[in-house]
T-cell receptor, first 110, second 117 residues
Framework: ELKVEQNPLFLSMQEGKNYTIYCNYS?????LYWYRQDPGKSLESLFV?????AVKQEGRLMASLDTKARLSTLHITAAVHDLSATYFC??????????FGQGTRLTINP | GAGVSQSPSNKVTEKGKDVELRCDPI?????LYWYRQSLGQGLEFLIY????????KSGLPSDRFSAERTGGSVSTLTIQRTQQEDSAVYLC???????????????FGEGSRLTVL
């Protein structure tokens, strides 16, 4: 059964700094998703990564997928306060349910 | 509507009462999920419906929990004899198709916050 693990689970950083959130998964995953959740809100889709080597960027966020290493990363460049949120990655095997990681709570301080 | 709609948005109930939570997925979406999220925690999978296939109920925490999806559209999650530990936000999500193929991206509703006193 697919298992998805994120690290770190908590991350506090200063504005302007760069950092990376890691998402490891246990078995083959057909695709990898990243979601954002603001406090008290629902989840918002950020990226869908379809194949090995896939890289997607939106503003200060960039996601990548290495299927051989079973690893996806979410890189934050020159962080700003507005990026404070909880970030989830999720994977799937075929038609089976989407499996989520534990989430990374990101706090960006001025 | 344009997105996944859940009702009620907030529900306060007494221990031992039954509750029903409703989810209207995006029109045409074949896959529907229920997740539970306790305060400050991650997503706990509850149940997954995909088209006409038998639902994956492997995440339901006890036999007090059940869900159905009528006509491949609206879903109702029922919790019988509620307990305080059932207090959480119950999130519904739908996707156009199954997760492993095109259109597998999930779209989430705003959730139903359940408080059991």
């Amino acid at each position: 059964e697919l298992k998805v693990e994120q690290n770190p689970l908590f991350l506090s950083m200063q504005e302007g700094k760069n950092y990376t959130i890691y998402c490891n998964y246990s078995t083959t995953s057909d695709r990898l998703y990243w979601y954002r959740q603001d406090p008290g809100k629902s989840l918002e889709s950020l990226f869908v990564l379809l194949s090995n080597g896939a890289v997607k960027q939106e503003g200060r966020l960039m996601a990548s997928l290495d299927t051989k290493a079973r690893l996806s990363t979410l890189h934050i460049t020159a962080a700003v306060h507005d990026l404070s949120a909880t970030y989830f990655c999720a994977g799937s095997q075929g038609a089976q349910k989407l499996v989520f990681g534990q989430g990374t709570r990101l706090t960006i301080n001025p | 509507g344009a997105g996944v709609s859940q009702s009620p948005s907030n529900k306060v109930t007494e221990k031992g009462k039954d509750v029903e939570l409703r989810c209207d997925p995006i029109s045409g979406h074949t896959a529907l999920y229920w997740y539970r999220q306790s305060l400050g925690q991650g997503l706990e999978f509850l149940i997954y419906f995909q088209g006409n296939s038998a639902p994956d109920k492997s995440g339901l925490p006890s036999d007090r929990f059940s869900a159905e999806r009528t006509g491949g559209s609206v879903s109702t999650l029922t919790i019988q004899r509620t307990q305080q530990e059932d207090s959480a936000v119950y999130l519904c999500a739908s996707s156009l198709r199954q997760p492993g193929g095109p259109g597998g991206e999930l779209f989430f509703g705003e959730g139903s916050r359940l408080t059991v006193l």
